[in-house]
Nanobody, 127 residues
Framework: QVQLVESGGDSVQAGGSLRLSCEAS????????MAWFRQAPGKEREGVGY???????VYSKAFQGRTTISKDSAKNILYLEMSSLKPEDTAVYYC?????????????????????WGQGTQVTVDS
């Protein structure tokens, strides 16, 4: 059974940084497309970026230049590092994993592409 458990969410001041973790069990981080999403109250779930089997990363425009997705294969953890945080980054952040698919498709930001989800971790950015 696949389990994804996010952690690292916190309340930070605008301009601050955070590193979120997604620890996987029953699933090997890095063998298939994995992504981070976020969802703010009253808004749709939004793709942050992905890491695929080949080590390629892609980020949505809103996150380019201040976001890094990486993995620690030994610990089986996917990370999301964010800097220059803004109040509009306040959301629940989720990691998601595709089943048996090395590459992330052009429409990687569509939540329905992902078979496995974590429960989310809250990030709050104060102005």
């Amino acid at each position: 059974q696949v389990q994804l458990v996010e952690s690292g969410g916190d309340s930070v001041q605008a301009g601050g940084s955070l590193r979120l973790s997604c620890e996987a069990s029953g699933y090997e981080v890095g063998v298939s497309c994995m992504a981070w999403f976020r969802q703010a109250p009253g808004k749709e779930r939004e793709g942050v970026g992905y890491l695929d089997y080949y080590g390629d990363t892609v980020y949505s425009k809103a996150f380019q230049g201040r976001t890094t997705i990486s993995k620690d294969s030994a610990k089986n953890i996917l990370y999301l590092e964010m800097s220059s945080l803004k109040p509009e980054d306040t959301a629940v952040y989720y990691c998601a994993a595709r089943h048996n698919r090395r590459a992330c498709d052009y429409n990687w930001w569509v939540p329905a592409q992902y078979a496995h989800w974590g429960q989310g971790t809250q990030v709050t950015v104060d102005s």
